[in-house]
């Protein structure tokens, strides 16, 4: 199957499935919450605020992948999906972000009170659309099992963030490490939970977390690049650099540029973000050009899209082979004219490349809407 193909394929399951996704989501919170509480209102809101719903869909699509019917994972898809959202509002919180795709964040339009409460509350509402699995207890308690370990990875990986924030001199491994947890469990998680529940093999369960590993950095850079060289949703370009944000960009600059160019990256990056002007981001990318740190992303970029197929289950697997390849391609869309420039060409055909770009163009499109 061409990634093309794969593509489509979450664009079908976005349309058709995901309205059943977020009845579902609408069903648990009203049914759960007390009444009167603004809780309703502010998830409502936030998730109003849209996005691909990648973890929504991704345990629907293993599910096809296995032959199995998307709908039996359903609620594991919605879990997933509150999950991540539950560490937007807090993400938000923490960076000091003001908007989230053109509206104002939680934080920003509620306060930071009432957003660490619905944080905290979407965490449990996780737990609760787990419940509406159809499986036998056993399974739902793994499930359950996975989604907290998890969780506690990823809040592993923004604490680490915030750690990294902390250092002189940050190293690349312990960017990765910061990655592998934050971003890397919240693909792992849809992914190999998603198998499992399907019943697949342990070593295909297993083959998908390697996968996800660096599923979750490859998502993370092109994130990373995205801030400064595309468009992310915010209200203005180098939103990560006016945040103080320790991305691959600058943990790579840190540790290749003179004492000179370090000192003055760390004063941008540390001074207040209001103080921060459009001068200092392209300063900043000019210094990231120079070091190779852009160069050096999009490499670590391919290197990690390789990695992720290596799995040698993949050989007799080829629905799983190709959606994880497929994946790769749906992550990258967004900077893939820009790898294209910079290291000639990408694994997809130009007529496949094209597709992909076209899709994914209609992803952020409804994503907004």
């Known amino acids: 199957m061409q990634n093309g193909q794969i593509v489509e394929r979450f664009m079908r399951l976005r349309e058709i499935e995901l309205p059943r996704v977020m009845r579902l989501i609408d069903e648990v919170l009203q049914q759960s919450t007390p009444a009167g509480s603004g809780l309703v209102e502010m998830c409502h809101y936030h998730l109003e605020t849209g996005g691909k719903r990648l973890r929504a869909l991704l345990p629907l699509m293993v599910a096809e992948s296995l032959g199995a019917e998307p709908g039996c994972v359903l609620p594991f898809g919605a879990a997933c999906e509150m999950l991540h959202n539950a560490t937007l509002v807090h993400d938000d919180l923490q960076d000091g972000d003001r908007q989230r795709r053109g509206r104002d964040t939680i934080w920003e339009r509620y306060g930071a009170s009432r957003a660490i409460n619905l944080g905290d509350a979407m965490f449990y509402y996780a737990l609760l659309l787990l419940q509406r699995l159809d499986v036998p207890v056993e399974a739902r308690e793994r499930a359950a099992s996975r989604l907290l370990h998890d969780t506690l990875r990823v809040i592993d990986g923004q604490e680490r963030e915030f750690l990294l924030k902390g250092q002189k001199a940050p190293s690349l491994e312990g960017y990765f490490a910061m990655v592998e947890g934050k971003t890397s469990g919240l693909f792992a998680l849809p992914l190999a939970g998603a198998a499992e529940l399907c019943g697949a093999e342990e070593t295909v369960v297993e083959a998908l977390a390697e996968s996800s590993r660096h599923l979750g950095v490859l998502f993370q850079i092109q994130d990373d690049v995205l801030d400064l060289y595309g468009d992310k949703g915010r209200a203005s370009r180098g939103s990560d650099v006016g945040e103080g944000k320790r991305s691959v960009l600058v943990v790579h600059a ?93 694994s997809s055909s130009g007529g496949e490349s094209r597709i992909i770009l076209r899709v994914a163009s209609r992803i952020r499109e409804s994503s907004s809407e």
């Open 254 to 346: 840190l540790n290749h540029g003179s004492a000179e160019d370090a000192c003055w990256l760390r004063g941008v990056l540390d001074r207040d973000r209001a103080e921060t002007c459009s001068g200092d981001i392209s300063e900043a990318c000019a210094l990231f050009e120079r070091l190779g740190s852009l160069d050096f992303a999009l490499s670590e970029v391919s290197r990690r899209r390789q990695a992720a197929l290596e799995p040698t289950i993949y050989r007799t697997q080829e629905t799983i082979s190709s959606l994880v390849d497929g994946l790769c391609d749906l992550f990258l869309a967004p900077i893939a004219p820009l790898m294209a420039e910079r290291l000639g060409g990408k």
